[in-house]
């Protein structure tokens, strides 16, 4: 079992900037993936970014060169710094963890909503 607790949402201009933080804990010896999706109204959930056991980092093409995805081992926890908002970012954004034996878990969501 792994728990996630997801803080950092909130409302922005456009232009500006937010982290979003999500802190593990439980099995989190067996974490293979770890990452953050985000659903927009109407939209399916998507991948934004994610990191994997070996260091290997993802990212959709949308957030290229905006978001950087960190995780710091030491307090198990993985941040998305998301700069140069734009109104399209809106949406609830999930952590997501997989852990080696294949299971998914997800956080409860943080809402982003970025003005024009």
């Known amino acids: 079992q792994v728990q996630l607790v997801e803080s950092g949402g909130g409302l922005v201009q456009a232009g500006g900037s937010l982290r979003l933080s999500c802190a593990t804990s439980?099995?989190?010896?067996?974490?293979?993936?770890m990452g953050w999706y985000r659903q927009a109204p109407g939209k399916q959930r998507e991948l934004v970014a994610a990191?994997?056991?070996?260091?290997?980092?993802n990212y959709a093409d949308s957030v290229k060169g905006r978001f950087t995805l960190s995780r710091d081992n030491a307090e198990n926890t993985v941040y998305l710094q998301m700069n140069s908002l734009k109104p399209e970012d809106t949406a609830v954004y999930y952590c997501h963890v997989r852990l080696a034996v294949g299971s998914n878990y997800w956080g409860q969501g943080t809402q982003v909503t970025v003005s024009s």
């Open positions: 990191i994997l056991s070996g260091g290997t980092t």
């Open positions: 439980g099995s989190i010896f067996s974490i293979t993936r």
